[in-house]
């Protein structure tokens, strides 16, 4: 169901249980040697569903290790998302000459516990979002804006290298177009780099709420010719 908000250079391999899970590496079982059975099970399906893009894109196999923070380390040249949650699992990659940065993130469509909005939302979000849930109540808008953070986050760190606490990306949805706008505030001592804004897509349907946010490659246009030739 992710397909239908990531563009189509990006390849994908889904879930909805865990009755085909992948056979780890060593380096890979030992990640998880003393987890939950649950944590395995879902680690293991995302790793099959992992190996799928790659063989989409026509890469083999191979371990997928975590490096700073959790973010997968990525085989060059590629570069991806992988979220799981209670009956789906997903993996989402792209190469790195077509996607400079990508999060995705899935969560159950139910509310979030009494109090976790106002931990993770921003006051604005918080207002925009009563809005959101008189237009369209069908749909839990703040796990929605929890997940859209959570696919903001796991785009921006792996790419800058910084951490983004909640109250540090201002989100607005676009509900008639499936979208939504990030903006990275830089008034945090992690972003002093400056404003960044990250556009993403998200659906909601069986149950759960997806996001994603894919921010393309820029590719430098050719320089203007002179119309000078070196022995003009
Ligand atoms: C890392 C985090 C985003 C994972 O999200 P989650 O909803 O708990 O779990 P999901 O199943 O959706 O995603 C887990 C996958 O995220 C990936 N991930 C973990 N850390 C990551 C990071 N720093 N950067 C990118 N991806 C990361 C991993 O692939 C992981 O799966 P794996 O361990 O099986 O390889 C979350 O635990 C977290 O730390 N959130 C706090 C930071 C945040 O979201 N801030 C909001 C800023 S606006």
Redesign the pocket.
């Known amino acids: 169901m992710i397909e239908e908000i990531l563009p189509p250079n990006v390849v994908v391999a889904e879930a909805y249980d865990d009755s085909a899970p992948a056979e780890l590496y060593p380096e890979e079982a030992r990640l998880v040697a003393n987890s939950v059975d649950s944590r395995r099970r879902e ?1 293991a399906t ?1 790793r099959l569903c992992v190996r799928r893009c790659l063989a989409q894109l026509g890469l083999p196999p191979g371990p997928l290790l ?1 490096g700073r ?4 380390r990525w085989p060059e040249s590629v570069t991806g ?5 209670t009956g789906y699992r997903v993996a989402a990659l792209a190469r790195t000459s077509d996607v400079a940065m990508m ?1 995705i ?2 969560e159950p469509d139910h509310p979030l516990p009494a109090g976790v909005l106002e931990s993770i939302a921003l006051p604005g979000e918080i207002a925009r979002l009563r809005g959101l849930r008189a237009a369209d109540p069908g749909v839990c808008w703040d796990r929605l804006l929890f997940s859209m ?2 696919a ?3 785009a921006w ?2 790419a800058t290298g910084r951490r ?3 109250g ?2 201002d989100i607005e949805v676009d509900a008639a177009a499936t979208s939504f706008t990030a903006r990275i505030l830089p008034s945090g001592p992690r972003n002093s780099g400056g404003a960044a804004l990250l556009k993403g897509r998200w659906t909601a349907r069986r149950n759960l709420v997806v996001s994603a946010v894919v921010v393309p490659k820029v590719v430098a246009a050719p320089r203007a010719q002179s119309g000078r030739t070196p022995a003009s």
């Open positions: 680690f995302a975590p923070h959790g973010a997968p998302s992988i979220t799981h949650c999060g993130d899935a953070k959570e903001v986050y796991k760190y792996p983004l606490d909640f540090d990306a």
